[in-house]
């Protein structure tokens, strides 16, 4: 089974940048699209970016205009610059790879052991 594996997690002040890195163990096969959720303490798991295998990406609201998702097919990576941070953004953030039809049900798909983003005011 593939294994995802982030890094790049830490502190940072409001305004500033942070970037994340995401491997996976082997070829991701049908698992088409590969991204990324957060959740923060007390709050539902949310969708934070993605990047399908042929180049599409998708934000939402929240994160569009700020943060940025680049992906490496040959070296089944993706990794996520997250620019101009807020406190909001404060969270544990997932990688998460999946095909098409499961990568946005948070039921379905594989995810990454998460690694902490902090923001402070």
């Known amino acids: 089974q593939v294994q995802l594996v982030e890094s790049g997690g830490g502190s940072a002040q409001a305004g500033g940048s942070l970037r994340l890195s995401c491997v996976a163990s082997e070829s991701l096969g049908d698992l088409t699209v590969m991204g990324w959720y957060r959740q923060a303490p007390g709050r539902s798991r949310e969708f934070v970016a993605s990047?399908?295998?042929?180049?599409?990406?998708q934000y939402p609201d929240s994160t569009k205009g700020r943060f940025t998702i680049s992906r490496d097919n040959d070296k089944n990576t993706v990794n996520l610059q997250m620019n101009n941070l807020k406190p909001e953004d404060t969270a544990v953030y997932y990688c998460k790879a999946g095909s098409v039809r499961h990568f946005y049900n948070l039921a379905f798909g594989t995810w990454g052991q998460g690694t902490q983003v902090t923001v402070s005011s």
């Open positions: 990047a399908r295998s042929d180049g599409v990406t």
